[in-house]
């Protein structure tokens, strides 16, 4: 079945340390997008990628940074310099036609310990 | 800019109950409208969308929204809850030509036995 694995689903990590979570998709689709989700906060955008070996900042990027190699894989790292980086992260792919839906992975959850 | 506005940040319903979640969107220009659900420690998953097609739309788990386009909604309902509807309800607008999702903040739906 066609759909967006991300993974780990839990990952706890030390300060100072960099992490990187994974994201993979086979349905072919060209805009792919992170997300963080806070208890309260809904969804923000932290980078999203339109085309392969393109991709653009979004709104809360400082401290992650991502790769976009080929059109299936958009891994995003979170980087020592996030100051809080405990969160709930979620990554998505777009339809084929912008007039389409976003298909979500299962979610990765990082704590800082 | 696009916004979308969510009315409620939790809404409670008795089980049996009409379940009405509020969503208004600004736009010049009609956009797409979708209402995502997620459950506790899961990614989103589409319950419908609206892409001009017709105003009423019906989408899964029996749930429906109606786009009303002189008061900038499009409000999700279902007429009986259960609950196992209970979990957060995201509304989103997609406009044409766009790659950036808006989301809104979200409601969190809680069905009382």
């Known amino acids: 079945d066609g759909g967006i694995t991300q993974s780990p689903k839990y990952l706890f990590r030390k300060e100072g340390q960099n992490v990187t979570l994974s994201c993979e998709q086979n349905l072919n689709h060209d805009a792919m997008y992170w997300y963080r989700q806070d208890p309260g906060q809904g969804l923000r955008l932290i980078y999203y990628s339109q085309i392969v070996n393109d991709f653009q900042k979004g709104d809360i990027a400082e401290g992650y940074s991502v790769s976009r190699e080929k059109k299936e894989s958009f891994p995003l790292t979170v980087t020592s310099a996030q100051k809080n980086p405990t969160a709930f992260y979620l990554c998505?792919?777009?339809?084929?036609?912008?007039?389409?839906?976003?298909?979500f992975g299962e979610g990765s959850r990082l704590t800082v310990l | 800019a696009q916004s979308v506005t969510q009315l409620g940040s939790h809404v409670s319903v008795s089980e049996g109950a009409l379940v009405l979640l509020r969503c208004n969107y600004s736009s010049s220009v009609p956009p797409y409208l979708f209402w995502y659900v997620q459950y506790p420690n899961q990614g989103l998953q589409l319950l419908l969308k609206?892409?001009?097609?017709?105003?009423l739309v019906k989408g899964i788990n029996g749930f429906e929204a109606e786009f009303k386009k002189s008061e900038t909604s499009f409000h999700l309902t279902k007429p009986s809850a259960h609950m196992s509807d209970a979990a957060e309800y995201f509304c989103?607008?997609?406009?044409?030509?766009?790659?950036?999702?808006?989301f809104g903040r979200g409601t969190s739906l809680i069905v009382h036995p």
């Open positions: 998505a792919s777009l339809g084929q036609s912008n007039t389409g839906e976003l298909f």
């Open positions: 609206y892409t001009s097609a017709a105003t």
């Open positions: 989103v607008t997609l406009s044409g030509g766009s790659y950036i999702p808006t």
